[in-house]
């Protein structure tokens, strides 16, 4: 089922505190963009890739794209301050290209290099029918609403996912959603709560747990053990 994906990488990494976007750190040698770009560049589902960035990276990421064979950016539009903000350049970059309102669009966190085809699959799938999907796994630690350092509530933790990207949509629901979220001044922290404010549902995927957001330096040590297991 083929596909748009739409990945922001305009951050600055503040949390792993490297000094410059994490995204240009090695895990196994490649850079965590790289890495990310690969999986789409070999998907053969991928139609095209909308890549964020930020203006001054912008020529040291088409050196990388050259480096490592990435030939499918379609348009990498400047990001913005806040994530949202990024997503929704890709977003009119891909809407002004004349794209079908029905066509099927993917965000993804450029920070997140170890997602797998079967659930870009499945969310390919899932969003035909029915619109909106997204990747989550069941929280494996039960989760607590706390205020002021106090406890004030515990929701049932079978009801509890812990969502990832990618996140699937109709490109004109996305589309809809980022317009009404911007002239609403709504910041969320992911596409789907955008779209859940349109009152359309969102299903979500079961992913996988090693589909983690490279955040801070333990994510990387536990990146590079993935990748040692993979060569296994
Ligand atoms: N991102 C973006 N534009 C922003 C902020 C983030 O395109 N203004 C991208 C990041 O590059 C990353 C993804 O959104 O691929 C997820 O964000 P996050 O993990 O928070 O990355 P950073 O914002 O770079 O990190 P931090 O919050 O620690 O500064
Ligand atoms: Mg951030």
Request: aromatic fraction near 4%; include cysteine.
């Amino acid at each position: 089922m083929e596909y748009t994906v739409m990945l922001p990488a305009a951050g600055s990494g503040r949390r792993m505190g490297a000094g410059e976007n994490k995204l240009f750190l090695p895990l196994a040698g490649k850079p965590i963009l790289a890495r990310t770009l690969s999986v789409f560049q070999q998907d053969p589902d991928c139609a095209g890739i909308i890549l964020a960035v930020r203006p001054d990276e912008r020529d040291r990421i088409r050196e990388m794209l050259a480096d490592h064979g990435i030939t499918k950016v379609t348009a990498m539009p400047d990001g913005g301050g806040e994530r949202q903000d990024s997503v929704r350049a890709c977003v009119r970059a891909f809407m002004d290209s004349g794209s079908a309102d029905d066509a099927v669009v993917m965000v993804h966190d450029a920070a997140r290099p170890f997602l797998s085809r079967r659930v870009i699959r499945e969310l390919a799938e899932t969003v035909r029918e029915h619109g909106a999907a997204i990747a989550a796994v069941p929280s494996k630690d039960t989760v607590k609403q706390v205020a002021d350092g106090v406890v004030e509530d515990t929701p049932d933790r079978s009801t509890v996912w812990l969502v990832q990207t990618p996140q699937a949509f109709r490109a004109g629901l996305l589309a809809e959603a980022e317009e009404k979220a911007l002239s609403e001044g709504f910041l969320g922290t992911d596409e789907s709560m955008l779209v859940e404010r349109l009152g359309h549902p969102v299903r979500v995927v079961e992913s996988t747990y090693d589909n983690l957001k490279m955040t801070t330096k333990v994510d990387l040590a536990i990146g590079e053990a993935l990748l040692k297991r993979q060569e296994e």
